[in-house]
């Protein structure tokens, strides 16, 4: 039993974003599924070749457009006149030496319209694998504008080539996106593109374009403004002050050591920053599989896990937020409990909460609204949705507002569960206020709300025919279901709160615990149960969605994905509770070792920020390259491995230069228990 507990403790390497299921590519099939694009469709035949130069000035266009692009067409036209001996452009009168020199000099001058046509996307090798990306040479381009022989910009279209309807009993429908590389005029808007895509291009297609300025002004301004903040911090690290200035809330060393400290406040419950570990990590993994789908030209490696069951634990992912969470639950209800006696109290708990963390989120949604997509540059590096999405909810996310909103109101990929995590916070500090005088009422309404919730995620789910979870299946469900999905059930404060519940409860039974069943382990036959039951609901969690993905089952199923979705997240919470429960009562006594190590309490402190700073890093690891990656299994590891770090230390960062300085000016008296808490334990060694 206690290396099967351990085998799921360590299975959860699953996907985890939130917006990773509206960018998944479709699952790769034969080309003769698709009405391939024929280019030019009635206004270019290749057989009848116009004078390009005369088209490009009929192009619905502004003057300026139409003038860049008669410069390319009408060089098009003089460079294949060229080949035929200049016959349309020479000047007759001249000697035929003098004609051939002129011939040279044409052909010289317009030369470069052969590299812009070489600059042009071009169908790559392996589509039936997923290669949907036809980038071009983004260098090219970029060239062809420092030379100044095109003043270019380069754009993706992406085109959505519809199904042939070839096999009427296929249920896959969705159509083939491709991403074609083009070094356009920069004098055009994309509205202007567009149009002259459609003319060319007779199917549904999105134009986007690299932007020209990198830095805004307001991303200028925030980085003076760090400069000034860094500054007084450089003051109070060479210059060291008295213990009651406030320059010595700036000190990076001070900062780094209470940062990177492996103090802890209570002698128990240690195994939760060993599994906040764990659960972070499943989770950057998952986020690495799930955000290189549209950078990957193997697309077809990401669905081997559909009909697989031992990857369908990678597949799905979206319980392991509902783990985080309910441990949040869990241990916030542990320290607290029986010390808020005050609404002042409570207030208070909620207000110091919220200087340990809002400081560094605040800098990390302004980054990525404003200085995110000016970090580098490609062929893959154009985030048009990430600025339009920042654009309008980046106050929503400070706020902690978005999730009342739908799923793309959000400027961070995570920044829903961090709203739902700072509302439900507010909600259990009251709860926990109000159990140390109806302890009985206050437990009573938990489970009350527990299966409330429960039974209306069912109803919900049911009525609406939702899927069980966002994962990767057989049959694609609409992308209309999958945002239903999570704007009815993932992002509804009320349907997911059971996990905040369980987490309540658990942590009152664990803080109320009596010293002679803490040391009965497993001795206890309730114990036994518990562990029982922890395994079933750890299985039903991991497997239970996999005759959805694997065998189709979506339609003629309905009662079953009801029931997955409304139960498996308050059987994952309730699985790991009770592992938790189950160490702090002298059960697996060697998972408790090891799960206790003392550099996971450093590392529990940043867990939420370095979720958050994951996404960017991710993000820049595909999207800053110029072309495509080759996924395997071994080189996601590595490239998770390496997110994983980055985001803790990045995320430590951001708590010494951010957090802690904003943290320490307006709780100074926190400064000071640190130090004496660190020389009294000095004093004990």
Not at 88 to 105: G, H, T
Not at 140 to 158: D, H, K, M, P, V
Not at 189 to 209: F, G, I, R
């Amino acid at each position: 039993m206690r290396s099967f507990l351990l085998l799921l403790t360590l299975c959860q390497l699953a996907f985890s974003c939130t917006l990773c299921h509206f960018r998944t590519p479709p699952r790769p099939r034969p080309l003769d599924q698709y009405k391939l694009p024929k280019i030019g469709a009635k206004q270019f035949d290749l057989e009848k070749m116009p004078k390009l130069c005369n088209s490009a000035k009929q192009l619905p266009v502004e003057p300026e457009c139409q003038a860049q692009f008669e410069k390319i067409f009408c060089s098009a036209d003089k460079l294949t006149d060229t080949f035929r001996g200049c016959q349309a452009n020479v000047n007759k009168s001249l000697s035929e030496q003098e004609q051939c020199s002129q011939c040279a000099y044409q052909k010289a001058n317009n030369g470069w319209v052969l590299r812009w046509f070489d600059s042009l996307g071009k169908p790559a090798a392996g589509i039936t694998e997923g290669n949907y990306y036809w980038l071009g040479d983004y260098e090219l381009c970029a060239a062809l504008a420092t030379e100044g022989s095109f003043n270019g910009q380069y754009c993706r279209i992406e085109m959505e080539v519809p199904d042939a309807g070839v096999e009427s009993g296929c249920p896959q429908t969705d159509p083939l996106s491709i991403i074609l590389g083009v070094c356009f005029p920069s004098a055009c808007s994309v509205s202007d593109l567009a149009k002259v895509s459609s003319l060319y291009l007779p199917y549904n297609l999105k134009v986007e374009c690299e932007s020209e300025s990198r830095w805004s002004l307001v991303t200028i301004f925030l980085f003076v403004l760090f400069g000034i903040w860094i500054i007084p911090q450089a003051v109070a690290t060479v210059q060291p002050s008295l213990n009651d200035s406030i320059l010595n809330c700036f000190s990076i060393p001070e900062n780094a050591k209470r940062t990177l400290s492996t103090r802890r406040e209570t002698p128990y419950l240690h195994v939760v920053h060993g599994l906040e570990f764990l659960l972070f990590f499943s989770i950057v993994c998952g986020m690495v599989y799930n955000f290189m789908l549209p950078y990957i030209e193997n697309v077809a490696f990401s669905f081997e896990g559909v009909t697989s069951l031992s990857m369908h634990i990678v597949n799905n992912y979206s319980f392991q937020i509902d783990g985080l969470l309910a441990l949040s639950a869990f241990y916030t209800t542990y320290m607290l409990f029986g010390n808020i006696p005050t609404i002042r109290a409570a207030l208070d708990a909620v207000c110091q909460r919220i200087a340990r963390f809002w400081p560094a989120y605040i800098v990390c949604v302004l980054f990525m609204y404003v200085i995110f997509p000016g970090v580098s540059s490609g062929p893959m590096w154009i985030h048009t949705d990430t600025v339009s999405r920042c654009e309008s909810g980046w106050w929503k996310n400070i706020i902690f507002i978005n999730n009342w909103f739908n799923v793309t109101d959000t400027c961070v990929d995570i920044g829903y569960v961090i709203s739902m995590e700072a509302q439900y916070f507010l909600l259990l500090v009251i709860l926990i206020f109000l159990s140390s005088k109806f302890s009985l009422l206050t437990q009573i309404f938990a489970y009350l709300m527990l299966f409330s919730s429960i039974i209306f995620s069912f109803l919900r789910a049911y009525k609406l025919s939702l899927p069980p979870a966002p994962i990767l299946s057989l049959e694609p469900e609409p992308l209309e279901k999958t945002y239903a999905l999570f704007d009815q059930l993932m992002l509804s404060l009320f349907s997911r709160c059971s996990n905040y519940c369980l987490g309540f409860v658990f942590g009152i039974g664990c803080a109320t615990a009596s010293e002679d069943l803490r040391k009965m382990g497993l001795k206890y036959f309730n114990h036994k149960l518990l562990a029982v039951a922890c395994i079933l609901c750890a299985v039903l969690t991991l497997f239970g969605a996999f005759p959805y993905s694997a065998w189709a089952w979506s339609d003629n199923n309905t009662l079953w994905n009801a029931l997955y979705a409304a139960f498996h997240r308050p059987f994952w919470a309730f699985s790991l509770l009770s592992f938790v429960y189950l160490c702090h009562h002298g059960a697996f006594k060697w998972l408790n070792a090891l799960l206790e190590w003392r550099v996971f309490t450093p590392l529990s402190k940043v867990t939420w920020i370095a979720l958050v700073v994951a996404e960017p890093i991710i993000l820049y690891f595909f999207s800053s390259l110029n072309k495509p990656a080759y996924a395997t299994h071994w080189s996601t590891m590595y490239t998770a491995i390496s997110a994983a770090l980055l985001a803790y230390f990045i995320a430590m960062f951001l708590d010494v230069f951010v957090t802690r300085p904003v943290r320490f000016l307006i709780y100074p008296e926190q400064r000071h228990r640190y130090a004496q808490a660190h020389t009294q334990e000095q004093q004990a060694n």
